[in-house]
């Protein structure tokens, strides 16, 4: 095996208290049991065709110009204090990265808990009255068994429905791992086919709108189609870099197997909180709404959008839990896998329970921000539902509008912002910022590659959501199951199931999606980090993206 030889500090960063690997560190350790090839920076450098310049001294620095051509007059963006390329002495890590971040936003957490406990002592009553209804019905008198409807709900609770909706998960679950293992194989073939299907899809929805003579959707659809028609010319130079990031994400993440499980988790306990909450508003209307009038109260009103809200914040903490996790994960492997301190036994362990402890407050912070715009849209979406003033419907739908491009502004942010609280264990005001000064220095390539690894996920779940309603009416359409006996419900199982088997490769592609955001900000910020430990993956996306060293 070659004796690992590490980079010369002098120009990457300013000499640490110690060395990142000591010589008996090298020959101690061995780096995945691979053969690498010795890093030289001076020697990439000549590579590369780069200027040295004798004032630089870290990556990204405002001392002094980044790697490459020299530049005059010309401030890199800080992203973080401490210098790309430092080692801790303490630790022996990367400076950068904080494994044992503080608690931040602590008053964040304790709001959310406050309404989290306000929504369960409602839930208590409102559970209570539909109870009591079910004992004596709404006027005193409840029909016996043999009389009541099953309906589409009781039925898919019988034997037969359970059985549908196994299908479909089965079916989607399927799909979810081919399409998994087709998009490591072949990459970069995964990303062409999928942005052509784009293409294609939206110039079909046009086609179709056109024939039906609907012409807003139609001439929107015909936009889009041709607007992503252009970028295909644009966005080839793109592909290789897109294509090596997704292939080392999916690489990683096939090793790590408990952040799929855990991914998994969180669909189902969104799903379970999504019927607790249904349940909830329920009994809401069943306390308040007045049946004689039919009209809403000004308490159940203000009961609906509590209920709302807090649905809102705890989806949003729910899903945000899963993706900080998932990104210490990538985090912990970019700056530990390879070198002498090693990946930890259980890093998808160690990273939840930063993720429910030390970052539990920013968590909550970013996501309330998110649930204020939400609950806001609900309320500007019931005005526009009023058909009584036509002037506020529209004023509404105008600001529905905004919310909702500023909602996806945010969420965007919201994203790499996690990455950044569980990496370096930032609170959350700092991590946005940090955010949008990558955004301004990167931004162009980060959103071409999300859109091109994006696709990938979107037309994947697409196919397992066809499928999995095509195996679910087979179902139906063959066993003939007694709660559907003449097809009343057939087109509510097929969406059921279409909306399943979507949701199981979406799930699949949150893990790869929370991977190459954080893979995406380590680089940004440190890829000498990457150089040092993995050389050979540093190489691979240095010639798909040479910025990496600017």
């Not at 969180?266 to 039919?294: K, N």
């Not at 985090?331 to 301190?341: E, K, L, V």
Request: hydrophobic share 45%; glycine share 8%; proline share 7%.
């Amino acid at each position: 095996m070659a004796q690992y030889n590490p980079p010369d500090h002098q120009q990457y960063a300013p000499p640490p208290q110690q060395p990142y690997y000591t010589q008996d560190q090298q020959q101690q350790y061995a780096y995945n049991a691979q053969q690498q090839p010795a890093y030289n920076p001076n020697a990439q450098q000549q590579q590369w065709g780069l200027q040295q310049d004798p004032q630089q001294q870290y990556f990204g620095a405002p001392s002094g110009p980044p790697h490459g051509q020299p530049m005059t007059g010309v401030v890199p963006p800080s992203y973080e204090s401490a210098p790309s390329g430092t080692v801790n002495p303490e630790s022996g890590l990367p400076a950068k990265f904080n494994p044992r971040p503080k608690y931040n936003d602590c008053w964040a957490f304790l709001l959310f808990i406050a309404q989290l406990a306000a929504f369960v002592v409602l839930s208590y009553f409102a559970i209570k009255q539909i109870n009591d209804d079910r004992k004596f019905g709404n006027d005193g008198y409840y029909p016996p068994p043999g009389q009541r409807s099953p309906g589409v709900a009781l039925g898919f609770f019988s034997k037969s429905g359970l059985i549908t909706m196994l299908i479909s998960v089965l079916t989607g679950a399927v799909i979810a791992v081919l399409y998994f293992m087709l998009t490591e194989t072949f990459p970069r073939q995964v990303i062409k086919v999928t942005f052509a299907l784009s293409i294609i899809a939206y110039l079909a929805v046009a086609i179709y709108y056109f024939v039906r003579r609907l012409w807003m959707p139609a001439i929107f659809g015909l936009i889009f189609g041709l607007l992503y028609a252009s970028m295909w010319f644009f966005w080839q130079s793109r592909i290789p870099f897109a294509t090596e990031m997704l292939r080392a994400v999916t690489s990683i993440s096939k090793k790590y197997p408990a952040t799929f499980a855990l991914a998994f988790l969180g669909l189902f306990v969104q799903i379970v909180y999504s019927v607790y909450f249904t349940v909830v508003i329920s009994g809401c209307y069943e306390m308040y709404y007045d049946r004689t009038t039919g009209s809403t109260p000004g308490k159940l009103k203000a009961l609906i959008v509590f209920c709302f809200f807090s649905f809102y914040w705890t989806s949003q903490v729910i899903k945000n839990i899963i993706h900080v996790t998932i990104a210490g994960v990538f985090a912990t492997y970019y700056f530990m896998a390879g070198s002498p301190q090693g990946m930890s036994k259980s890093p998808t362990i160690a990273s939840f329970k930063r993720a429910c402890t030390t970052s539990i407050g920013s968590i909550c912070f970013g996501s309330l921000v998110i649930a204020v715009i939400q609950t806001l849209r609900a309320l500007t979406q019931i005005l526009r539902s009023d058909g009584n003033d036509g002037i506020l419907a529209f004023v509404a739908c105008l600001i529905d509008c905004i919310l909702g491009c500023l909602q996806g502004m945010i969420e965007y942010v919201n994203k790499y912002a996690y990455c950044q609280v569980a990496i370096y264990g930032k609170a959350y005001i700092p991590a946005a910022r940090d955010t949008w000064t990558i955004l301004k220095d990167r931004g162009i390539v980060q959103i071409i590659n999300d859109n091109l690894i994006g696709n990938v996920w979107a037309m994947g779940a697409i196919l397992a959501g066809v499928l999995s309603g095509l195996a679910s009416y087979l179902y139906m359409r063959f066993a003939n199951p007694a709660f559907n006996t003449n097809g009343e419900f057939t087109y509510v199982i097929v969406v059921m199931a279409f909306v399943l088997g979507m949701q199981m490769l979406f799930t699949v592609g949150t893990v790869i999606d929370s991977g190459v955001a954080t893979t995406f900000v380590c680089l940004a910020e440190d890829p000498a980090a990457l150089a040092r430990t993995k050389p050979e993956l540093f190489e691979r996306i240095r010639a798909t993206w040479p910025a990496v060293v600017q």
